[in-house]
């Protein structure tokens, strides 16, 4: 998902981090360290990512 942001973002992949992707992109949910918990945080920030046109597209 890092080389997914990285591309659609412009940026080289070393500055590609989840605490700098846009807040819009990431998953609502609580990060728990619980497998089932943790998989549906991922899809959710796979589906957000995978949606977005990037930085120069709408927002949403």
Do not use: C
């Not at 609580?30 to 957000?48: K, S, V």
């Amino acid at each position: 998902m890092k080389t997914l942001y990285a591309t659609k973002a412009g940026l080289p992949l070393r500055a590609v981090a989840k605490g700098a992707m846009p807040r819009h992109l990431l998953s609502r949910r609580r990060h728990t360290h619980h497998a089932l918990d943790d998989a549906i945080e991922q899809a959710e920030l796979f589906a957000n990512l995978m949606a977005w046109p990037g930085p120069s597209g709408p927002s949403r």
